[in-house]
């Protein structure tokens, strides 16, 4: 019954007008609405020129070439291309797809299906998708290099020589040491995956350069407690908005979580109880419990309570508006360096992410004489060794660290040497 109304109403207006219904049910701003209106005269314009009555997959992409051919802004043909694509999906779903990011590797390369594959190999051995997904971006790099500047038709015919030109490309393309060591890393990992996959029969990783870890510049981009504490003073917390944002530093600020564990909140996580958070991170999926202090527990009260967005969802943390769904990772980065913007912090080429964050939160809990073994449990790390590298100490710290050796009366080298 209700699919045959669906098919009555399927012609682009109806179809346009049930898609505004969903989105003001939603409760989407009327000025997100009324941005949409203007894609649809786009469409709408279209199916006059083709006296189109039904939407379909044809119609989808052959509005999709009618709008390259357009006069007009490049964000205005992305509109309608968007529009376009929700249409029909609503037609078929009757919900409204999120928005996708295109990847960045063309399936049309003579590699495609060794990328695939290759990604699929590192998910299989326990990486994380989204790191999969960046390996992914850097193999479509390396291919593209090979098939466009090479003119390599076949992956088994690959030497050391290619990949050797392809690394001098990249110094060239003036690449930074962090993202040399990341390319270095990827062609360990995609050579050795050729040759244990018997599509090489050499293996040509163990001809990579060494690449000596990259010192993270973090040390000039610190911020100390005073300053933390100016970065929370910039939050307006009287509006419904600025209580989530302050909830949400005051965790990166005391108890440093990931962005991507932080936007993966749920209320499942949290066990007032006992007064911690418990879960498993998202990047390692190590267990963590981390304690619920006075300011997180007061925050997180003061959102839920007075700012979070009428939903049902399990996330704790969510878009303030619609659609009421959960943050992404960047959201949380975006949140952090916008109020370090607005406090009278002096910045100096600082850095401004919420990893920093995390750094700070380590480097002064160092200083406050806070052992490795604990900074490294709360911050959830598998290995004592990557909370070194948070907590790089420099030359004058290590100066205040002296200790002097006291002198040895003479009486001890005469019962020890029986002089």
């Known amino acids: 019954m209700e699919r045959n109304w669906i098919k009555r109403t399927n012609e682009v207006e109806g179809l346009f007008k049930l898609y505004i219904q969903h989105l003001e049910n939603s409760k989407y701003q009327e000025k997100s609405i009324k941005k949409i209106f203007y894609a649809f005269e786009i469409l709408q314009e279209y199916f006059c020129l083709e006296n189109a009555e039904f939407f379909n997959e044809e119609m989808l992409f052959s509005f999709y070439e009618y709008t390259e051919a357009l006069d007009i802004k490049k964000y205005q043909i992305n509109s309608a291309k968007r529009l ?29 299906n060794i990328g695939s594959d290759f990604e699929n190999h590192l998910i299989m051995n326990g990486l994380k998708e989204s790191s999969a997904s960046r390996y992914f971006g850097d193999f479509s790099c390396f291919s593209k290099y090979l098939c466009g500047n090479l003119s390599l038709k076949e992956i088994e015919n690959l030497e050391y020589a290619d990949v050797d030109k392809y690394i001098k490309y990249c110094i060239k393309a003036e690449y930074t040491n962090s993202k040399l060591k990341t390319t270095v890393i990827f062609l360990r990992k995609f050579l050795t995956y050729l040759f244990d996959k018997k599509i090489l029969e050499e293996n040509l990783s163990l001809y990579l350069p060494k690449v000596s870890k990259v010192e993270k510049n973090i040390k000039s981009s610190l911020y100390s407690k005073s300053e933390i504490k100016e970065i929370l003073n910039a939050v307006d917390r009287d509006t419904k908005l600025g209580k989530r944002d302050y909830a949400i530093l005051t965790i990166l600020a005391r108890l440093g979580l990931r962005s991507s564990d932080i936007v993966h909140l749920t209320f499942d996580n949290l066990d007032w109880e006992n007064d911690i958070i418990v879960l498993n991170q998202f990047k390692t999926g190590r267990a963590v419990q981390l304690p619920i202090t006075i300011d997180v527990g007061n925050s997180l009260i003061d959102y839920l309570k007075h700012a979070r967005s009428n939903s049902n969802s399990n996330f704790i943390f969510l878009r303030h508006v619609p659609p009421f769904e959960s943050l992404k990772s960047n959201s949380i980065g975006n949140i952090v360096s916008g109020y370090i913007d607005k406090s009278p912090i002096e910045l100096k080429g600082r850095k401004k992410g919420s990893h920093i964050m995390r750094h700070s939160l380590a480097t002064n809990m160092l200083n406050e004489g806070v052992s490795l073994k604990s900074i490294s449990e709360i911050l959830g790390h598998k290995s004592i060794n990557s909370t070194k590298d948070y907590t790089k100490l420099d030359f004058e710290r290590l100066k205040k660290c002296f200790v002097e050796v006291p002198k040895i009366n003479n009486t001890l080298y005469e019962v020890i040497y029986n002089v």
């Open 84 to 112: 376009a694509y929700q249409l029909y999906d609503y037609q078929h779903q009757w919900q409204i797809t999120k928005r996708v990011k295109k990847r960045r590797f063309s399936n049309n390369t003579p590699f495609s």
